[in-house]
């Protein structure tokens, strides 16, 4: 009883001093691979944005352009 105690004891200091890993590896595994995902789908859409947005831009100046030719 006295090593079992000594042994439950032994494994709390250690988790409480933040030495070991964490009981919830895998699911702070989980959680990474779910972020990066998502960082992956976030950097698509913002590359689908940019595109809009630099074929928004150049419709502007050939408007733009032709507007001034007109004048």
Avoid: C, H
Avoid at 3 to 15: D, H, I
Avoid at 26 to 41: S, T
Avoid at 50 to 65: C, K, S, V
């Amino acid at each position: 009883m006295e090593k079992k105690l000594s042994e439950l004891l032994g494994e709390q200091a250690w988790r409480e001093s933040g030495l070991g890993a964490p009981a919830d590896i895998e699911q702070l595994q989980r959680r990474i691979a779910d972020l990066e995902q998502q960082v992956v789908d976030l950097r698509g859409q913002l590359a689908e944005r940019d595109e809009e947005l630099d074929a928004a831009r150049t419709a502007n100046r050939e408007l733009i352009a032709n507007l001034n030719k007109r004048n």
